[in-house]
């Protein structure tokens, strides 16, 4: 099941909206066939296994890091592959949160006396999957918020100057992480202020699919000239109601605009904006945005992730900030976080986070490693 955990993890960002899935098939206790689930609309990965195990497949048990799926989609149902390889046992190492299956496929083997067994690995499983775990459970995507700030708790100098706080390693870390997610949000503020491309560039032999890009523009504001309009691929703006009649000329230059409700403070209601991005089936939602919107989502409570890089760098008081928060007087307003892993990039430091654990009110620390 191990391996077949590392298999999964080759789908990287090209499963989306699927789950990252990797299949092991074992007989006389030698693997005979493995595969992945390489990209969405392709194979899944019990297809994948089987297909290279071929007639070896029969009577063996198959190791899959997901419940096969029962039900017919863009591919035929993988149960009915199983049964058909004659596998006489399947070991699944969670079951699919997704109500269209839920415990169906390994009820469906389990009526035609395959051994099963759902359980192995399971926490592993969980966290390889995230966003759509999140999706089929909340019918929200997994929202991780990316950071770079200094010692001092700074993301760039009073002017706005911020390239670069952190290391080249940490900046190619990033980009991993960026062709991992289904999709990257941002404010129109940090468009108007930085114009990002939001694209993710590798290094030469690493593969990925380029996300969505998503920009949160209360007033339609956005200028059809940012590299965000200007890059290949899906460019979604969320506006409010209010915003109607900007809407016409973005959407005739090609961009995706959803017009959502407003909050008290006239601007896109995040939670309404975190229902459509779950509705448009994207998984993995990573944030990069400035102060306003990422202290707006600490306040509404929708990060579930927080990717802090922390630089060994000094911008002095006059810097911007991680958070706007305004409001918090008192210690008892503060908002507490626990860490989760923290380990070195390069030069800098990677810390994520996430809230705390029920029952769970101090902050706990995790090792710190330094990578290989």
Same mark, same amino acid.
């Given at each position: 099941?191990?391996?077949?955990?590392?298999? @999964?993890?080759?789908?990287?960002?090209?499963?989306?909206?699927?789950?990252?899935?990797?299949?092991?098939?074992?007989?006389?206790?030698?693997?005979?066939?493995? #595969?992945?689930?390489?990209?969405?609309?392709?194979?899944?990965?019990?297809?994948?296994?089987?297909?290279?195990? $071929?007639?070896?497949?029969?009577?063996?048990?198959?190791?899959?890091?997901?419940?096969?799926?029962?039900? *017919?989609?863009?591919?035929?149902?993988?149960?009915?592959?199983?049964?058909?390889?004659?596998?006489?046992?399947?070991?699944?190492?969670?079951?699919?949160?997704?109500?269209?299956?839920?415990?169906?496929?390994?009820?469906?083997?389990? $009526?035609?006396?395959?051994?099963?067994?759902?359980?192995?690995?399971?926490?592993?499983?969980?966290?390889?999957?995230?966003?759509?775990?999140?999706?089929?459970?909340?019918?929200?995507?997994?929202?991780?918020?990316?950071? @770079?700030?200094?010692?001092?708790?700074?993301?760039?100098?009073?002017?706005?100057?911020?390239?670069?706080?952190?290391?080249?390693?940490?900046?190619?870390?990033?980009?991993?992480?960026?062709?991992?997610?289904?999709?990257?949000?941002?404010?129109?503020?940090?468009?108007?202020?930085?114009?990002?491309?939001?694209?993710?560039?590798?290094?030469?032999?690493?593969?990925?699919?380029?996300?969505?890009?998503?920009?949160?523009?209360?007033?339609?504001?956005?200028?059809?000239?940012?590299?965000?309009?200007?890059?290949?691929?899906?460019?979604?703006?969320?506006?409010?109601?209010?915003?109607?009649?900007?809407?016409?000329?973005?959407?005739?230059?090609?961009?995706?605009?959803?017009?959502?409700?407003?909050?008290?403070?006239?601007?896109?209601?995040?939670?309404?904006? =975190?229902?459509?991005? #779950?509705?448009?089936?994207?998984?993995?939602?990573?944030?990069?945005?400035?102060?306003? =919107?990422?202290?707006? =989502?600490?306040?509404?409570?929708?990060?579930?992730?927080?990717?802090?890089?922390?630089?060994?760098?000094?911008?002095?008081?006059? #810097?911007?900030? =991680? *958070?706007?928060?305004?409001?918090?007087?008192?210690?008892?307003?503060?908002?507490?976080?626990?860490?989760?892993?923290?380990?070195?990039?390069?030069?800098?430091?990677?810390?994520?986070?996430?809230?705390?654990?029920?029952?769970?009110?101090?902050?706990?620390?995790?090792?710190?490693?330094?990578?290989?």
């Amino acid at each position: 099941m191990a391996r077949a955990l590392r298999l @999964a993890e080759r789908g990287g960002g090209a499963t989306h909206p699927n789950p990252r899935v990797g299949c092991v098939i074992v007989r006389d206790g030698r693997i005979v066939g493995e #595969g992945w689930h390489r990209r969405a609309g392709g194979p899944h990965a019990e297809i994948e296994a089987l297909h290279v195990a $071929g007639g070896a497949a029969r009577g063996a048990t198959a190791y899959v890091t997901l419940e096969p799926c029962c039900h *017919f989609g863009k591919t035929p149902p993988c149960t009915d592959a199983l049964l058909a390889a004659g596998v006489t046992g399947v070991v699944a190492a969670m079951p699919d949160p997704n109500p269209k299956v839920s415990g169906r496929g390994i009820e469906i083997l389990t $009526g035609t006396g395959i051994a099963t067994r759902c359980g192995l690995l399971q926490t592993e499983a969980e966290a390889l999957n995230p966003g759509f775990c999140s999706r089929m459970r909340t019918g929200r995507p997994y929202v991780m918020s990316k950071l @770079a700030m200094s010692l001092d708790g700074r993301t760039a100098m009073a002017s706005g100057e911020s390239k670069w706080i952190t290391g080249m390693e940490a900046r190619r870390d990033v980009h991993r992480l960026r062709a991992r997610s289904s999709a990257i949000l941002t404010g129109i503020e940090t468009v108007l202020a930085d114009d990002p491309a939001l694209t993710a560039r590798l290094d030469s032999g690493e593969e990925g699919r380029q996300p969505a890009r998503i920009v949160i523009d209360s007033r339609l504001r956005i200028p059809l000239s940012a590299q965000v309009c200007r890059q290949p691929g899906w460019t979604i703006v969320l506006g409010t109601k209010a915003a109607t009649t900007s809407a016409q000329p973005l959407r005739q230059a090609g961009l995706e605009v959803h017009l959502l409700p407003s909050g008290s403070d006239g601007r896109v209601d995040l939670h309404a904006a =975190l229902d459509l991005l #779950g509705e448009l089936e994207f998984n993995e939602v990573m944030v990069e945005a400035g102060a306003f =919107l990422n202290g707006a =989502l600490l306040r509404a409570g929708l990060v579930d992730e927080w990717v802090v890089y922390l630089a060994p760098c000094v911008l002095g008081d006059e #810097g911007r900030g =991680l *958070f706007h928060l305004p409001g918090l007087e008192s210690m008892a307003d503060r908002f507490d976080l626990r860490v989760v892993d923290a380990r070195q990039v390069g030069r800098d430091l990677r810390l994520r986070l996430r809230k705390p654990c029920a029952k769970e009110d101090t902050l706990r620390q995790a090792p710190i490693q330094t990578n290989p």
